[in-house]
Protein backbone atom coordinates (compact mmCIF):
# COMPACT_ATOMS: atom_id res chain seq x y z
CA UNK A 1 0.00 0.00 0.00
CA UNK A 2 1.09 3.57 -1.01
CA UNK A 3 1.50 5.63 2.37
CA UNK A 4 1.58 8.75 0.92
CA UNK A 5 -1.76 7.75 -1.33
CA UNK A 6 -3.88 6.48 1.46
CA UNK A 7 -3.42 9.16 3.63
CA UNK A 8 -4.56 11.57 0.62
CA UNK A 9 -7.95 10.04 1.07
CA UNK A 10 -8.89 10.44 4.34
CA UNK A 11 -8.02 12.97 7.46
CA UNK A 12 -6.28 12.60 10.14
CA UNK A 13 -9.77 12.99 12.43
CA UNK A 14 -11.67 10.31 9.75
CA UNK A 15 -13.72 7.80 12.39
CA UNK A 16 -12.51 9.22 15.33
CA UNK A 17 -15.36 7.31 17.46
CA UNK A 18 -14.12 3.87 16.73
CA UNK A 19 -10.99 4.62 16.41
CA UNK A 20 -11.18 5.63 20.07
CA UNK A 21 -12.78 2.76 20.90
CA UNK A 22 -10.10 -0.10 19.19
CA UNK A 23 -7.20 2.10 20.78
CA UNK A 24 -8.51 1.69 24.14
CA UNK A 25 -8.64 -1.89 23.89
CA UNK A 26 -5.16 -2.00 22.32
CA UNK A 27 -3.65 -0.30 25.58
CA UNK A 28 -5.63 -2.59 27.31
CA UNK A 29 -3.51 -5.80 25.80
CA UNK A 30 -6.79 -6.73 24.36
CA UNK A 31 -8.13 -7.97 20.94
CA UNK A 32 -11.36 -6.65 19.30
CA UNK A 33 -13.86 -7.07 16.51
CA UNK A 34 -14.92 -3.83 13.88
CA UNK A 35 -18.47 -5.40 12.70
CA UNK A 36 -20.16 -3.50 10.22
CA UNK A 37 -22.03 -4.21 6.57
CA UNK A 38 -20.56 -4.69 3.21
CA UNK A 39 -19.35 -1.01 2.15
CA UNK A 40 -19.40 0.48 5.26
CA UNK A 41 -15.55 1.09 5.16
CA UNK A 42 -14.41 -1.71 8.30
CA UNK A 43 -11.47 -2.13 5.56
CA UNK A 44 -10.49 1.76 5.69
CA UNK A 45 -10.51 1.95 9.67
CA UNK A 46 -7.74 -0.60 9.56
CA UNK A 47 -5.90 1.05 6.58
CA UNK A 48 -6.03 4.10 8.82
CA UNK A 49 -4.09 2.31 11.30
CA UNK A 50 -1.39 1.01 9.27
CA UNK A 51 -0.63 3.38 6.56
CA UNK A 52 -1.69 6.74 7.74
CA UNK A 53 0.52 8.29 10.40
CA UNK A 54 -1.15 11.15 10.89
CA UNK A 55 -3.90 8.89 12.68
CA UNK A 56 -1.57 7.15 14.79
CA UNK A 57 -0.05 10.22 16.05
CA UNK A 58 -3.45 11.62 16.85
CA UNK A 59 -4.68 8.31 18.44
CA UNK A 60 -0.70 7.59 20.17
CA UNK A 61 0.53 10.88 20.44
CA UNK A 62 3.10 9.79 22.97
CA UNK A 63 3.33 5.58 21.83
CA UNK A 64 3.06 5.54 18.41
CA UNK A 65 6.55 5.31 17.83
CA UNK A 66 6.13 1.49 19.83
CA UNK A 67 3.18 0.73 18.17
CA UNK A 68 3.11 -1.40 14.84
CA UNK A 69 0.40 -2.81 12.66
CA UNK A 70 0.43 -5.20 10.40
CA UNK A 71 -2.38 -5.18 8.09
CA UNK A 72 -3.55 -9.34 6.33
CA UNK A 73 -5.99 -9.23 4.08
CA UNK A 74 -7.46 -12.61 4.68
CA UNK A 75 -9.47 -12.28 1.11
CA UNK A 76 -6.05 -12.97 -0.21
CA UNK A 77 -5.99 -16.71 1.64
CA UNK A 78 -9.47 -17.75 1.75
CA UNK A 79 -9.94 -21.57 0.99
CA UNK A 80 -6.16 -22.00 2.10
CA UNK A 81 -4.23 -24.45 4.75
CA UNK A 82 -3.70 -23.46 8.15
CA UNK A 83 0.03 -23.74 7.11
CA UNK A 84 -0.53 -21.41 4.21
CA UNK A 85 -2.52 -19.26 6.84
CA UNK A 86 0.52 -19.06 9.21
CA UNK A 87 3.17 -18.55 6.53
CA UNK A 88 1.49 -15.06 5.16
CA UNK A 89 0.34 -13.63 8.22
CA UNK A 90 4.29 -14.28 9.03
CA UNK A 91 5.42 -12.70 5.56
CA UNK A 92 2.96 -9.59 6.51
CA UNK A 93 4.83 -9.19 9.90
CA UNK A 94 7.92 -9.05 7.30
CA UNK A 95 6.68 -6.65 4.71
CA UNK A 96 5.30 -4.27 6.94
CA UNK A 97 8.42 -3.80 9.04
CA UNK A 98 10.01 -3.15 5.69
CA UNK A 99 7.63 -0.37 4.48
CA UNK A 100 8.20 0.85 7.52
CA UNK A 101 11.88 1.55 7.32
CA UNK A 102 12.59 -0.60 10.74
CA UNK A 103 15.65 -1.84 9.13
CA UNK A 104 16.68 -3.29 12.19
CA UNK A 105 13.64 -5.28 13.16
CA UNK A 106 13.45 -6.56 9.68
CA UNK A 107 17.05 -7.91 8.87
CA UNK A 108 16.06 -10.13 12.36
CA UNK A 109 12.27 -11.41 11.80
CA UNK A 110 13.39 -11.65 7.78
CA UNK A 111 16.02 -13.63 8.82
CA UNK A 112 13.92 -15.76 10.90
CA UNK A 113 11.05 -16.28 7.95
CA UNK A 114 14.01 -17.14 5.60
CA UNK A 115 15.01 -19.48 7.90
CA UNK A 116 11.50 -21.30 8.35
CA UNK A 117 10.80 -21.55 4.86
CA UNK A 118 14.08 -23.79 4.23
CA UNK A 119 13.01 -25.84 6.54
CA UNK A 120 9.66 -26.52 4.58
CA UNK A 121 8.02 -27.54 8.02
CA UNK A 122 4.95 -26.15 9.54
CA UNK A 123 5.93 -26.79 13.25
CA UNK A 124 9.41 -25.19 12.13
CA UNK A 125 7.29 -22.26 11.04
CA UNK A 126 5.36 -21.85 13.93
CA UNK A 127 8.26 -21.37 16.07
CA UNK A 128 9.95 -18.86 14.41
CA UNK A 129 7.10 -16.42 14.01
CA UNK A 130 6.54 -16.71 17.83
CA UNK A 131 10.63 -15.96 17.92
CA UNK A 132 9.77 -13.23 16.03
CA UNK A 133 6.69 -11.80 18.09
CA UNK A 134 9.42 -12.91 20.95
CA UNK A 135 12.33 -10.47 19.50
CA UNK A 136 9.55 -7.84 18.61
CA UNK A 137 7.61 -7.78 21.81
CA UNK A 138 10.07 -8.19 24.78
CA UNK A 139 13.33 -7.55 23.29
CA UNK A 140 12.25 -4.45 21.17
CA UNK A 141 9.10 -3.00 23.47
CA UNK A 142 7.10 -2.75 20.40
CA UNK A 143 2.85 -3.46 20.76
CA UNK A 144 2.21 -5.43 17.56
CA UNK A 145 -1.32 -5.43 16.27
CA UNK A 146 -2.51 -7.88 13.86
CA UNK A 147 -5.49 -6.28 11.69
CA UNK A 148 -7.31 -9.19 9.77
CA UNK A 149 -9.45 -7.59 7.28
CA UNK A 150 -11.84 -9.44 5.88
CA UNK A 151 -11.63 -12.21 8.29
CA UNK A 152 -15.49 -13.49 6.81
CA UNK A 153 -13.96 -14.71 4.00
CA UNK A 154 -11.77 -17.41 5.93
CA UNK A 155 -14.64 -18.04 8.24
CA UNK A 156 -15.36 -21.46 5.89
CA UNK A 157 -11.81 -22.83 6.53
CA UNK A 158 -11.40 -21.34 10.08
CA UNK A 159 -9.90 -23.85 12.73
CA UNK A 160 -9.14 -24.20 16.32
CA UNK A 161 -5.66 -24.03 15.52
CA UNK A 162 -5.29 -20.16 14.38
CA UNK A 163 -7.36 -19.04 17.61
CA UNK A 164 -4.38 -21.11 19.71
CA UNK A 165 -1.70 -20.00 17.97
CA UNK A 166 -2.85 -16.42 18.91
CA UNK A 167 -3.58 -17.16 21.94
CA UNK A 168 0.56 -18.67 22.68
CA UNK A 169 1.53 -15.37 20.96
CA UNK A 170 -0.07 -13.38 23.33
CA UNK A 171 0.89 -15.00 26.52
CA UNK A 172 4.38 -14.37 24.95
CA UNK A 173 4.27 -10.73 24.03
CA UNK A 174 1.13 -10.15 27.12
CA UNK A 175 -0.17 -6.45 26.98
CA UNK A 176 1.81 -5.89 23.92
CA UNK A 177 -0.16 -7.71 21.33
CA UNK A 178 -3.53 -7.59 19.54
CA UNK A 179 -5.63 -8.51 17.36
CA UNK A 180 -8.44 -6.42 15.25
CA UNK A 181 -10.48 -8.81 13.10
CA UNK A 182 -13.31 -7.05 10.38
CA UNK A 183 -16.35 -8.65 10.37
CA UNK A 184 -19.50 -8.47 8.59
CA UNK A 185 -20.99 -9.94 12.01
CA UNK A 186 -19.37 -10.98 15.62
CA UNK A 187 -17.46 -13.94 15.26
CA UNK A 188 -19.13 -15.61 18.46
CA UNK A 189 -22.05 -15.93 16.24
CA UNK A 190 -20.81 -16.77 13.29
CA UNK A 191 -18.95 -19.78 14.29
CA UNK A 192 -18.37 -22.59 16.61
CA UNK A 193 -17.77 -21.94 20.09
CA UNK A 194 -15.30 -24.19 20.54
CA UNK A 195 -13.02 -22.78 18.23
CA UNK A 196 -13.06 -19.70 19.59
CA UNK A 197 -12.46 -20.97 23.56
CA UNK A 198 -9.06 -20.66 23.38
CA UNK A 199 -9.16 -16.83 22.28
CA UNK A 200 -12.28 -15.74 23.81
CA UNK A 201 -11.34 -14.13 27.04
CA UNK A 202 -9.05 -11.59 24.63
CA UNK A 203 -11.73 -10.92 22.35
CA UNK A 204 -15.69 -11.72 23.25
CA UNK A 205 -17.48 -8.84 24.02
CA UNK A 206 -14.78 -6.04 22.39
CA UNK A 207 -17.31 -5.44 19.70
CA UNK A 208 -16.84 -1.65 17.60
CA UNK A 209 -20.21 -1.54 15.35
CA UNK A 210 -18.96 0.57 12.56
CA UNK A 211 -21.40 3.78 12.11
CA UNK A 212 -22.77 4.09 8.92
CA UNK A 213 -22.12 7.82 8.98
CA UNK A 214 -18.77 9.54 9.25
CA UNK A 215 -19.10 13.02 7.67
CA UNK A 216 -15.23 14.29 7.46
CA UNK A 217 -14.48 10.72 5.87
CA UNK A 218 -16.77 10.90 3.11
CA UNK A 219 -16.69 14.61 2.47
CA UNK A 220 -13.33 14.18 2.37
CA UNK A 221 -13.50 11.56 -0.47
CA UNK A 222 -15.91 13.90 -2.52
CA UNK A 223 -13.62 16.56 -2.51
CA UNK A 224 -11.03 13.67 -3.43
CA UNK A 225 -12.85 12.35 -6.39
CA UNK A 226 -13.67 16.21 -7.49
CA UNK A 227 -10.09 16.93 -7.36
CA UNK A 228 -9.18 13.84 -9.54
CA UNK A 229 -11.85 14.16 -11.93
CA UNK A 230 -11.56 17.77 -12.50
CA UNK A 231 -15.57 18.45 -11.72
CA UNK A 232 -17.37 19.26 -8.80
CA UNK A 233 -20.85 19.08 -7.37
CA UNK A 234 -22.49 21.84 -5.92
CA UNK A 235 -23.70 22.04 -1.74
CA UNK A 236 -27.10 21.13 -2.74
CA UNK A 237 -26.08 17.85 -4.37
CA UNK A 238 -23.49 16.51 -1.85
CA UNK A 239 -26.54 16.98 0.99
CA UNK A 240 -28.63 14.98 -1.22
CA UNK A 241 -26.50 12.31 -1.91
CA UNK A 242 -25.43 11.79 1.76
CA UNK A 243 -29.43 11.87 2.31
CA UNK A 244 -30.23 9.29 -0.45
CA UNK A 245 -26.77 6.80 0.76
CA UNK A 246 -27.19 7.57 4.88
CA UNK A 247 -23.63 8.29 4.46
CA UNK A 248 -22.44 4.69 3.20
CA UNK A 249 -19.51 5.12 2.37
CA UNK A 250 -19.19 2.74 -0.82
CA UNK A 251 -22.59 4.23 -2.09
CA UNK A 252 -21.39 7.72 -1.08
CA UNK A 253 -18.53 6.72 -3.76
CA UNK A 254 -20.37 5.18 -6.00
CA UNK A 255 -22.45 7.84 -6.40
CA UNK A 256 -20.43 10.34 -6.75
CA UNK A 257 -18.68 8.77 -9.25
CA UNK A 258 -21.84 8.16 -11.01
CA UNK A 259 -22.57 12.02 -10.95
CA UNK A 260 -19.26 13.37 -11.79
CA UNK A 261 -19.17 11.04 -14.87
CA UNK A 262 -22.33 11.52 -15.99
CA UNK A 263 -23.49 15.41 -17.56
CA UNK A 264 -27.10 15.79 -17.19
CA UNK A 265 -29.25 15.31 -20.73
CA UNK A 266 -32.26 16.29 -21.51
CA UNK A 267 -32.98 12.10 -21.79
CA UNK A 268 -32.93 11.96 -17.95
CA UNK A 269 -33.49 15.50 -16.17
CA UNK A 270 -35.42 17.05 -18.70
CA UNK A 271 -34.91 21.05 -19.37
CA UNK A 272 -31.05 20.19 -19.10
CA UNK A 273 -30.99 20.67 -22.72
CA UNK A 274 -31.65 24.20 -22.11
CA UNK A 275 -28.36 24.48 -20.30
CA UNK A 276 -25.39 26.38 -22.08
CA UNK A 277 -22.37 25.80 -20.91
CA UNK A 278 -19.32 27.79 -22.18
CA UNK A 279 -15.90 25.96 -22.99
CA UNK A 280 -14.45 27.30 -20.08
CA UNK A 281 -16.70 25.79 -17.77
CA UNK A 282 -16.09 22.18 -19.34
CA UNK A 283 -13.67 21.43 -16.94
CA UNK A 284 -15.74 21.83 -13.87
CA UNK A 285 -18.62 21.30 -14.47
CA UNK A 286 -21.39 22.50 -11.56
CA UNK A 287 -24.31 20.28 -11.13
CA UNK A 288 -26.34 23.20 -9.66
CA UNK A 289 -27.08 24.55 -12.49
CA UNK A 290 -27.66 21.24 -14.65
CA UNK A 291 -30.15 20.14 -12.56
CA UNK A 292 -33.56 21.73 -13.34
CA UNK A 293 -34.84 23.08 -10.05
CA UNK A 294 -38.31 21.17 -10.77
CA UNK A 295 -36.20 18.04 -9.82
CA UNK A 296 -35.99 16.85 -6.41
CA UNK A 297 -34.14 13.85 -4.34
CA UNK A 298 -36.83 11.30 -5.89
CA UNK A 299 -35.26 12.04 -9.51
CA UNK A 300 -31.83 11.78 -8.43
CA UNK A 301 -32.73 8.51 -6.36
CA UNK A 302 -33.80 7.33 -9.81
CA UNK A 303 -30.79 8.41 -11.79
CA UNK A 304 -28.53 6.69 -8.84
CA UNK A 305 -30.55 3.53 -8.91
CA UNK A 306 -30.28 3.34 -12.33
CA UNK A 307 -25.98 2.89 -12.11
CA UNK A 308 -24.55 -0.56 -11.94
CA UNK A 309 -21.92 0.56 -9.41
CA UNK A 310 -24.90 1.80 -7.23
CA UNK A 311 -26.71 -1.58 -7.26
CA UNK A 312 -23.79 -3.67 -6.98
CA UNK A 313 -23.05 -2.22 -3.58
CA UNK A 314 -26.83 -2.44 -2.99
CA UNK A 315 -26.48 -6.00 -3.56
CA UNK A 316 -23.52 -6.50 -1.00
CA UNK A 317 -25.27 -5.34 1.88
CA UNK A 318 -28.19 -7.66 0.92
CA UNK A 319 -25.84 -10.69 0.76
CA UNK A 320 -25.08 -9.84 4.15
CA UNK A 321 -27.89 -10.26 5.94
CA UNK A 322 -29.76 -13.20 7.75
CA UNK A 323 -32.75 -15.01 5.74
CA UNK A 324 -35.07 -13.77 8.90
CA UNK A 325 -33.71 -10.09 8.24
CA UNK A 326 -34.12 -10.21 4.87
CA UNK A 327 -38.09 -11.29 5.50
CA UNK A 328 -38.62 -8.60 7.83
CA UNK A 329 -37.25 -5.81 5.21
CA UNK A 330 -39.08 -6.94 2.56
CA UNK A 331 -42.27 -7.03 5.13
CA UNK A 332 -41.11 -4.13 6.74
CA UNK A 333 -42.42 -5.63 9.97
CA UNK A 334 -40.52 -6.87 13.22
CA UNK A 335 -37.37 -4.72 12.34
CA UNK A 336 -36.99 -3.81 15.95
CA UNK A 337 -35.99 -7.57 16.42
CA UNK A 338 -33.60 -7.90 14.95
CA UNK A 339 -30.37 -6.38 16.89
CA UNK A 340 -28.02 -6.72 14.40
CA UNK A 341 -29.97 -4.40 11.80
CA UNK A 342 -29.90 -1.67 14.69
CA UNK A 343 -26.40 -2.26 15.55
CA UNK A 344 -25.20 -2.02 11.95
CA UNK A 345 -26.93 1.16 11.56
CA UNK A 346 -29.26 -0.42 8.57
CA UNK A 347 -32.25 0.38 10.64
CA UNK A 348 -33.17 3.15 13.09
CA UNK A 349 -36.24 3.49 15.44
CA UNK A 350 -38.23 0.44 12.78
CA UNK A 351 -37.13 2.47 9.48
CA UNK A 352 -34.20 1.92 7.04
CA UNK A 353 -31.53 4.63 7.22
CA UNK A 354 -30.73 3.83 3.50
CA UNK A 355 -33.33 6.07 1.23
CA UNK A 356 -31.46 4.18 -1.68
CA UNK A 357 -31.75 0.78 -0.21
CA UNK A 358 -35.38 1.34 0.85
CA UNK A 359 -36.73 2.50 -2.70
CA UNK A 360 -34.73 -1.08 -3.87
CA UNK A 361 -36.92 -2.69 -1.35
CA UNK A 362 -40.21 -1.26 -2.70
CA UNK A 363 -39.02 -1.92 -6.16
CA UNK A 364 -38.47 -5.88 -5.78
CA UNK A 365 -34.96 -5.35 -6.32
CA UNK A 366 -34.52 -8.11 -3.54
CA UNK A 367 -37.07 -10.14 -4.51
CA UNK A 368 -36.44 -13.46 -2.76
CA UNK A 369 -36.63 -16.45 -5.03
CA UNK A 370 -38.54 -19.40 -3.39
CA UNK A 371 -36.07 -21.52 -4.68
CA UNK A 372 -34.78 -24.66 -2.60
CA UNK A 373 -31.30 -25.19 -1.20
CA UNK A 374 -28.88 -27.78 -3.35
CA UNK A 375 -25.66 -29.14 -3.00
CA UNK A 376 -23.33 -29.22 -6.12
CA UNK A 377 -21.28 -32.05 -6.44
CA UNK A 378 -18.87 -31.21 -8.71
CA UNK A 379 -17.90 -27.21 -6.91
CA UNK A 380 -18.80 -28.75 -3.33
CA UNK A 381 -20.62 -26.19 -2.81
CA UNK A 382 -24.43 -25.17 -1.18
CA UNK A 383 -26.42 -22.77 -3.03
CA UNK A 384 -29.64 -21.35 -2.87
CA UNK A 385 -30.59 -20.54 -6.62
CA UNK A 386 -27.83 -19.20 -8.05
CA UNK A 387 -26.38 -17.67 -4.80
CA UNK A 388 -23.43 -20.02 -3.04
CA UNK A 389 -24.42 -19.71 0.88
CA UNK A 390 -21.44 -22.20 1.82
CA UNK A 391 -18.87 -19.55 1.73
CA UNK A 392 -20.95 -18.20 4.91
CA UNK A 393 -20.92 -21.78 6.08
CA UNK A 394 -17.95 -22.81 8.90
CA UNK A 395 -16.66 -26.27 8.00
CA UNK A 396 -19.30 -27.83 10.80
CA UNK A 397 -22.09 -26.17 9.45
CA UNK A 398 -21.22 -27.00 5.78
CA UNK A 399 -20.69 -30.75 6.46
CA UNK A 400 -23.91 -30.91 8.67
CA UNK A 401 -25.57 -28.98 5.78
CA UNK A 402 -24.73 -31.18 2.90
CA UNK A 403 -25.53 -34.40 5.08
CA UNK A 404 -29.14 -32.82 5.27
CA UNK A 405 -29.43 -32.26 1.43
CA UNK A 406 -28.05 -35.60 0.57
CA UNK A 407 -30.75 -37.24 3.09
CA UNK A 408 -33.71 -35.08 2.66
CA UNK A 409 -36.68 -35.91 4.91
CA UNK A 410 -34.68 -38.60 6.91
CA UNK A 411 -34.50 -38.81 10.52
CA UNK A 412 -30.82 -37.72 11.02
CA UNK A 413 -29.75 -39.11 14.75
CA UNK A 414 -27.73 -37.31 16.88
CA UNK A 415 -25.00 -39.95 16.53
CA UNK A 416 -25.05 -39.74 13.49
CA UNK A 417 -24.49 -35.56 13.68
CA UNK A 418 -21.77 -36.04 15.59
CA UNK A 419 -19.57 -38.90 13.44
CA UNK A 420 -20.54 -36.35 10.17
CA UNK A 421 -19.88 -32.96 11.27
CA UNK A 422 -16.69 -33.92 13.82
CA UNK A 423 -15.51 -36.68 11.62
CA UNK A 424 -11.85 -35.21 11.65
CA UNK A 425 -11.76 -35.09 15.85
CA UNK A 426 -9.33 -37.86 17.41
CA UNK A 427 -11.63 -38.14 19.84
CA UNK A 428 -15.92 -37.37 19.65
CA UNK A 429 -16.77 -38.50 23.23
CA UNK A 430 -16.33 -34.83 24.35
CA UNK A 431 -18.99 -33.49 21.82
CA UNK A 432 -22.17 -32.33 23.99
CA UNK A 433 -25.62 -32.06 23.57
CA UNK A 434 -25.14 -28.14 23.65
CA UNK A 435 -22.55 -28.30 21.06
CA UNK A 436 -24.94 -30.31 18.51
CA UNK A 437 -28.18 -27.71 19.47
CA UNK A 438 -25.54 -24.69 19.19
CA UNK A 439 -24.62 -25.88 15.93
CA UNK A 440 -28.18 -26.74 14.50
CA UNK A 441 -29.50 -22.79 15.85
CA UNK A 442 -26.73 -21.47 14.09
CA UNK A 443 -27.34 -23.21 10.80
CA UNK A 444 -31.27 -22.60 11.52
CA UNK A 445 -30.43 -18.65 11.59
CA UNK A 446 -28.36 -18.74 8.02
CA UNK A 447 -30.98 -20.90 6.18
CA UNK A 448 -34.60 -20.17 7.90
CA UNK A 449 -36.49 -16.98 7.57
CA UNK A 450 -37.76 -17.67 11.32
CA UNK A 451 -35.17 -19.53 13.29
CA UNK A 452 -37.57 -19.86 16.33
CA UNK A 453 -40.24 -22.00 13.85
CA UNK A 454 -37.82 -23.45 11.06
CA UNK A 455 -39.67 -24.78 8.08
CA UNK A 456 -36.84 -26.92 6.86
CA UNK A 457 -34.19 -27.75 9.78
CA UNK A 458 -36.68 -29.45 11.86
CA UNK A 459 -36.14 -30.92 15.57
CA UNK A 460 -37.46 -34.76 15.81
CA UNK A 461 -38.12 -34.94 20.07
CA UNK A 462 -36.03 -37.66 20.95
CA UNK A 463 -34.96 -38.86 17.42
CA UNK A 464 -33.42 -36.11 16.41
CA UNK A 465 -33.15 -33.46 12.77
CA UNK A 466 -34.78 -33.87 9.08
CA UNK A 467 -34.67 -31.29 6.55
CA UNK A 468 -37.38 -30.80 4.87
CA UNK A 469 -36.94 -29.14 0.86
Known amino acids: MDQKHFESLYP ?31 SNVLGLLAYNSAVRLRHFPKHHGIVHFVMVNFSEIKMRLYSEVVKFIFLCLDSSLRDRDMNEEYEKVDSLFKEALSFNDELVLTQRLKSAIDYLAVEKKLTIIFLFNQFDDYIPQVNEELFILLRSLRDRAKYRFSVIFSV ?14 QFSDFLVGHTIYLELLDE ?30 GGHLRLVKNSTEALLANPVTSRRFGEASALVISDDERSILDFSSALPRRNDKEDLAT ?22 ERSSLIKGTDLR ?26 NGFFKEQSVALSFDEATNSIKKGDEIISDSLTKAEFRLLRYLLQHPDEIIERETIVGTVWQD ?3 IK ?40
Open 425 to 427: DKS
Open 12 to 42: ENSRDNELEQLVGYIKEGNSSQLVGISGSGR
Open 184 to 197: SRPLEDSIEPELLS
Open 216 to 245: VSVLFRIGYLEKLTGKALPETTKKKVLALT
Open 337 to 362: SLPYLEKTGLVKEDQVTIPLFQKALE
Open 303 to 324: FLMGQRTVQSALKSIWKDLAPS
Open 430 to 469: GISEQAIDQLIFRLRRKIEEDPNSPSHLQTVKGRGIKYTP
